[in-house]
């Protein structure tokens, strides 16, 4: 499933420190790898492997992460897979805020506006 996804969505390398929280608003810090319309690839910045609920296909997070000290992106994920201290996310719910800025950041770093927008439109539909 995940190989499918990386077709359908366009990914961008972006290195960012974020933080996964839980249902329980415990958190865990990481670092973004990589971003798409459909989720992100995060390393666990404690260099140890994801277990529990990080693999967990069932299990919610929420990803928060700062673009500027305005601007900051939050997206409710689910472990997609896992690999030594890396998970990929999958995008389940993301607020309108969010997605415009995740939209800038996917546009200024493709340099393609139409690809992004029929990513969009993919997802949307």
């Known amino acids: 499933m995940a190989t499918h996804e ?3 969505f366009s990914r961008v390398s972006f290195h960012a ?3 996964l929280v ?3 608003g415990h958190g ?3 670092e973004i790898l990589d971003l798409s319309m459909r989720g992100a690839l995060v390393r666990l910045s404690d260099g140890s492997s994801p277990q529990g609920a990080l693999c967990d296909p069932q299990s919610r997070w ?3 992460f700062s673009l500027s000290e305005e601007d900051r992106i939050c997206m409710e994920v689910q472990p997609a897979h896992w690999h030594e201290q890396e998970v990929g996310l999958r995008c389940e719910r993301i607020d309108l805020d ?3 800025h995740l939209r800038s950041l996917l546009e200024a ?3 393609d506006v139409d ?3 029929r990513e969009l439109m993919q997802l949307v539909s």
Do not use: F, H, I
Request: net charge positive; no cysteine.
């Open 62 to 64: 929420t990803l928060e």
């Open 6 to 8: 990386k077709r359908r």
């Open 98 to 100: 969010s997605m415009v």
């Open 17 to 19: 420190p974020a933080r």
């Open 22 to 24: 839980d249902a329980g």
């Open 28 to 30: 865990r810090e990481v």
């Open 109 to 111: 770093n493709l340099g």
């Open 115 to 117: 690809l992004v927008n």
